[in-house]
């Protein structure tokens, strides 16, 4: 074995530049040998057309060609990685494999499986912070515990990245390029079909695969983020920063975003300090699924853990109405079919779908939350799962259970002229805007479009006696 020589993982971190793992690899090895791992046990669940296999194939074809610019080669494997990482190490003799650290249950298994194997061979994984600017234990109550309030957290949160400047650092690899190690055989990449998927048009998508496609997003979101306050949630209008891929697939560092917009813009203005704080609800997330992992499969809290969702037939027919964007609410069916189409969905409109699923329909969030991770381009476990335990009021810092999304008052105050619904939905392009916020006021249904599929009161009234059964039930059980 060759204690100098060492592999570089690169996984949920697809970019040469900034990049803490491939950071520490080059300044403590002689020789560093980059790999990405296909990893079968996820690819082997999905469609063969899947636009987020298809951002990562373009993506890693990206950073191998500036690996190879700065004299290193990135090597192409596919398989599970608890059994390819190990084999890869023993075959080239790496002393140490260098990645960035997932904070997802699944994810910490599987690297405490890769480090358990590789001990065995005197071999060792080292991780690093890199796809949050602060992890894990890094922001704490004064009591030493973890926050589970996200407003303490934030501002705990904004006072550390105040005092440490060391968290916006810049990894550059460029000056320590002699330590790539290019000498090893594989293939920069697999061919998509070989991996069993089918090429995608990702342009056509406004998806842009690389460091060279994020780039390209932030410079846009730079020059519009000051009004991201104002706007944020107009549904008709690109307002938001469509970095959530970006920042999912990491193809460029949240170090670098934020060092680039503090040169660019007032950090301290309404619109960049709104854009922090959703920034933030990503790391607090990420903290809370690290800390509590079971929030993966399960409620926060306990007491809503046995809420009487609405099931069997009835249950399904609601649940495949909502899939199909065929609610008969047209802001709800915009939004999905706007998810279905393009993977895409306006943040707004996540929140008025999912409310609409959990409190309208009274169906299991997780079951949505399930749906949208087969769906979203931007699929990130910790985000998705306390983004609809925060709108079903089941997590650590939810909305309360008696707060309902009126999809027809959410469709009028953020789509008031019917704009996106006309846009996702055009067969309706011709019907009043007013009539398409509460198209069963109409006197005449409209032409080819299904009635609601529940009585929007009826359903408000049934959601608030669901939680207050749950909560009735919790404390007979705590007593």
Not at 147 to 155: D, H, K
Not at 255 to 265: P, Q, V
Not at 378 to 391: E, H, K, L, P, T
Request: hydrophobic share 40%.
């Amino acid at each position: 074995m060759n204690e100098q020589r060492s592999i570089f993982w690169m996984r949920r971190d697809l970019r040469a530049h900034d990049n803490v793992a491939l950071h520490a690899a080059l300044s403590t090895s002689d020789e560093v040998v980059c790999v990405f791992v296909y990893d079968r046990t996820i690819l082997d669940e999905l469609p063969r057309t899947d636009r987020r296999v298809a951002f990562i194939h373009a993506s890693v074809a990206e950073a191998g060609e500036v690996i190879a610019r700065l004299g290193g080669k990135l090597i192409a494997l596919e398989g599970d990685p608890s059994r390819v990482i190990p084999d890869f190490a023993r075959r080239i003799g790496a002393g140490r494999v260098f990645a960035n650290e997932d904070y997802e249950p699944s994810a910490r298994r599987r690297d405490q499986a890769i480090a358990t194997a590789l001990a065995r061979d005197g071999r060792d994984l080292v991780l690093s912070k890199d796809q949050v600017l602060l992890h894990k234990d890094e922001v704490l109550s004064k009591s030493g515990t973890p926050y589970t309030r996200f407003t303490p957290y934030y501002n705990a949160w904004l006072h550390r990245l105040g005092q440490d400047d060391e968290v916006l650092g810049d990894y550059d690899p460029a000056p320590m390029k002699e330590n790539f190690d290019a000498s090893v055989d594989g293939v920069p990449n697999i061919p998509l079909d070989q991996l069993g998927f089918d090429e995608v048009d990702l342009e056509n998508l406004s998806l842009y695969p690389g460091t060279t496609g994020a780039r390209r997003v932030f410079d846009e979101f730079r020059g519009k983020v000051g009004n991201y306050l104002a706007l944020r949630d107009a549904l008709p209008l690109p307002a938001t920063s469509g970095l959530d891929i970006h920042l999912r697939f990491g193809t460029m560092s949240i170090r670098e975003i934020f060092r680039e917009l503090g040169k660019h813009a007032d950090v301290h203005a309404a619109g960049v300090r709104a854009w922090i704080r959703e920034v933030c609800w990503r790391e607090y997330f990420s903290q809370l699924i690290y800390h509590v992992p079971r929030v993966a499969d399960g409620p926060y809290l306990r007491k809503f853990a046995e809420l009487d969702w609405v099931g069997g037939k009835l249950g399904e027919e609601r649940m495949a109405a909502w899939q199909s964007a065929s609610t008969g609410y047209p802001i709800v069916d915009a939004a999905m079919t706007q998810l279905n189409t393009t993977g895409a969905m306006h943040n707004r409109a996540r929140l008025i779908a999912a409310s609409f699923l959990v409190k309208t329909l009274g169906v299991d969030w997780r079951r949505g939350e399930a749906y949208f991770a087969l769906r979203l381009n931007d699929y990130d476990q910790a985000s998705n799962n306390g983004n609809w335990q925060w709108v079903a009021s089941t997590g650590a810092d939810a909305q309360p259970p008696y707060r309902i999304f009126n999809p027809s008052a959410q469709s009028k105050t953020h789509d008031p002229d019917a704009t996106y619904i006309k846009h996702w939905l055009p067969a309706l392009a011709p019907i009043d805007a007013g009539h398409l916020h509460e198209p069963w006021k109409r006197e005449s249904p409209i032409p080819d479009y299904p009635a609601p599929v529940v009585d929007l009161v009826a359903s408000v009234e049934e959601c608030k006696r669901r939680y207050a059964r749950a909560s009735v039930r919790s404390r007979t059980v705590d007593s």
